[in-house]
Each structure stands twice: as structure tokens, then as C-alpha cells.
């Protein structure tokens, strides 16, 4: 008798179904989450749909500008530019390379689109690539919004000082398509961080921004002695920021920090450097963390790469950075979901920096925003 095959094929049909469907659940299952789900944003979610749907679009729209004044910036030479608070404005920056500091003190909505710029060597003590100050007097607009974009940022002409400082309890800065990198800076010498909070913000929005400083990244702890103006609530996305090793036995020796938060010990109470002091984790308003990269210099921890670190002492233990299972993702385990919201990756985004350098600088041009 001639077996049926065309039968048995029918009978195992369903099996071969089954199975295939058992296989495909379990890739589902397995397969790795995305930045993005990492960070609490679900495909399904409006900001993942939003992130999804903008592409390269940035977060954050610039301000509305009634009836602004442009002022074009010289090439050399520090500026100081003294704002009517009452006044929008728009600051060009020149054509080429802007070798000085640019100091923008008041002035009510302000924005500044595309430009490079550096310090020079000789550097005077407290500049700044940009400094952001609230005005003088009265007449200073609560909320109004200081928007930079598109601005490349770099220590080629051998000054020290920070990238970006801001003194501003009034204003919400937005930071946006930046990078800042090379900043040279050291423990004798300058301080010189990416970007310094260092007299309050009323609030931080940070969105496509690549950095690097041989001293510091994103310093937002709040300074203390005196006891400045807080750091409002901080929203940093798709940001990254490497450390170096400095040469010639320099100090210090690498990149201290990707990101510091929380705020300085008084000098009464064994100043900043105090690892045992309860005050490093007094954290005035929240800080949200989405597709936030830090990559640490040779030798580095990533949970020492983020401040307060992994070695907090004392009355400061309970708000230690900690380091997940596999060392890939840093936070703080205290303050998660309740002051702090996402965590640092460790190492570089999957597609390289956020910020590449041939995007950003004279030749600038936005590519638009989400509203």
C-alpha cells in the first residue's frame, strides 16, 4: 500500500504552526530593550511617539522675540553686553571663529542661533565662552527664556574657562543641537566646566548636547557659602558628554565628573570636597535624565563619573550613585522615580555623539522643533 504523504503534511501542518509561534514569542520576549523603553518612554507613550515621529527635530521651540534688537558680535575681544530687561533681543555671532568671552547680563526673551566660538589664552579670571546673568534693578521678566542653538564651543584658542555658566534664578535657558568639547581647565588653575550653574536657573532644558572638558561636565550642584539661588527643574535628553586623561601629570588627572547635582557643602561645614556632609543630597527641584550618555576616561567607574558618586560617606551614603547589574547604567537609587527621574548610560550613544561637529557652528541651520 502507497503511504499518504499529502496526509501526514496536513497533520503536522498545525505543529509546524504552533511552534513557529512559540519561537517568535520568545524573540519578542528576549530581545533587548531600547534606550528609550530603558528610560521609562514605551513606544506607546507620547514622548516615545513624539521622539519617534520628530527625528532630529529638537525639544524645545524658541521664544517668541516682540520687536527684538539684533546685535552683532565682533570677532575679538571680550564682550559684555548690558540688556534692557524690558527688550527682546537677537545675538549674532560673526561669520568665523569668535575668539573671547560673551557676557550676556538681562534683557527679557534672547536668542542666539548658530556660531563658534573659544577663549583665548589669555584669559581674565570668571570668563566664559557665554555667561548668562539675570539683570540688574528691578523690571527682570520671571520666565522669560535665554535659547541657545546650534553654537560649536572649543579650547582651540587655549583659554580656560566654562563652556556655558549661568546665574540666572529668573530665566529658563534652553541648550540645544551644542557641542562643547577640548575645554581646557584644572584644579590650580580654572575650574572649567561644559556648563555651570553657578547663581540659580530658574529652569534647565538641555536637548541634543555633546561635551567634554578636562575638568568637568554638567556641574548643577547648587553653590553654597553663600547659599546661591537653587537649580529649578532640569530635563537633559540625548546628551552625551566624555571625560579625558590629562597629560604631564596635570590635576586632576581625568575628567571629574559626566554630571554633578545636589548641593555644596558649606565652607563651615568642610566646603564642596566633603563626601560625608547630608547637604550633597539635598535636591531642591527634579532632574529628568532621557538618552543621557556619559563615557569615563580610562580607569573610571561610571558611578564615580556622576556626582554624588559610589564612595558617599557617612550621612551622605544613602544618596550614592550605584552602578546596575551589568555596569552599563548608573543612577540614584534614593532619589529614583521621586527626584530623579531615567539614569546615565554608560559609554557612547549607539550612532556616535549627539552633536557631530560638522552640524553646528557659522554655517548653522536648525532643523526645526517638535512645536
Known amino acids: 500500500m502507497t503511504p499518504n504523504y499529502r496526509t501526514r503534511r496536513l497533520a503536522l501542518a498545525p505543529v509546524i504552526v504552533l511552534m513557529a509561534l512559540v519561537l517568535l514569542m520568545a524573540l519578542v520576549l528576549l530581545r533587548p530593550l531600547s534606550n528609550a523603553q530603558e528610560d521609562g518612554l514605551s513606544a506607546r507613550s507620547p514622548e516615545r511617539a513624539s521622539e519617534l515621529r520628530a527625528g532630529s527635530r529638537l525639544k524645545w521651540g524658541k521664544p517668541r522675540l516682540h520687536n527684538p534688537r539684533t546685535i552683532r558680535v565682533k570677532a575679538r575681544g ?7 530687561n524690558r527688550r527682546d533681543y537677537r545675538i549674532k555671532l560673526p561669520n568665523r571663529k569668535r575668539i573671547g568671552a560673551t557676557r550676556i547680563v538681562g534683557g527679557r526673551n534672547i536668542v542666539i542661533i548658530g556660531g563658534r566660538t573659544t577663549l583665548p589664552r589669555r584669559t581674565a579670571e570668571g570668563d566664559r565662552n557665554f555667561t548668562i546673568v539675570d539683570g540688574y534693578g528691578a523690571g527682570v521678566k520671571r520666565g522669560r527664556i535665554v535659547h541657545l ?42 575650574h572649567a566646566d561644559v556648563v555651570q550653574v553657578y547663581g540659580g536657573v530658574k529652569a534647565l532644558r538641555i536637548d541634543k548636547f555633546t561635551g567634554a572638558s578636562h575638568y568637568n561636565g554638567l556641574y548643577l550642584r547648587r553653590e553654597n557659602s553663600p547659599l546661591e539661588a537653587p537649580t529649578g527643574p532640569t530635563r537633559i535628553s540625548r546628551t552625551n558628554m566624555y571625560g579625558y586623561v590629562n597629560r604631564n601629570g596635570g590635576l586632576p588627572p581625568t575628567t571629574i565628573r559626566a554630571l554633578a547635582i545636589g548641593t555644596q557643602p558649606a565652607n563651615s561645614d568642610g566646603g564642596p570636597g566633603n563626601d560625608s556632609s547630608a547637604t550633597n543630597c539635598r535636591l531642591t527641584h527634579n532632574v529628568y535624565l ?41 543612577d540614584w537609587r534614593h532619589w529614583r522615580d521621586k527626584k530623579v527621574f531615567g539614569y ?13 561637529r560638522r552640524h553646528v557652528g557659522v554655517d548653522y541651520r536648525s532643523p526645526g522643533y517638535r512645536k
Open 78 to 84: 571680550s564682550v559684555s553686553l548690558l540688556l534692557n
Open 149 to 190: 542653538e546650534g553654537l560649536r564651543i572649543d579650547g582651540s584658542g587655549g583659554g580656560q574657562g566654562d563652556g556655558i555658566g549661568i546665574k540666572a534664578p529668573k530665566a529658563i535657558v534652553q541648550l540645544q543641537n551644542i557641542r562643547a568639547v577640548g575645554l581646557h581647565g584644572s584644579s590650580a588653575g580654572v
Open 290 to 330: 532621557s538618552n543621557f550618555y556619559g563615557d569615563p576616561p580610562r580607569g573610571v567607574r561610571a558611578s564615580a563619573f556622576m556626582y554624588p558618586w559610589d564612595r558617599m560617606e557617612g550621612a551622605a551614603r544613602y544618596c550614592s550613585a550605584k552602578a546596575g547589574p551589568n555596569g552599563q547604567r548608573v
Open 344 to 356: 546615565m548610560h554608560k559609554g557612547s550613544p549607539p550612532h556616535g555623539d549627539y552633536v557631530k
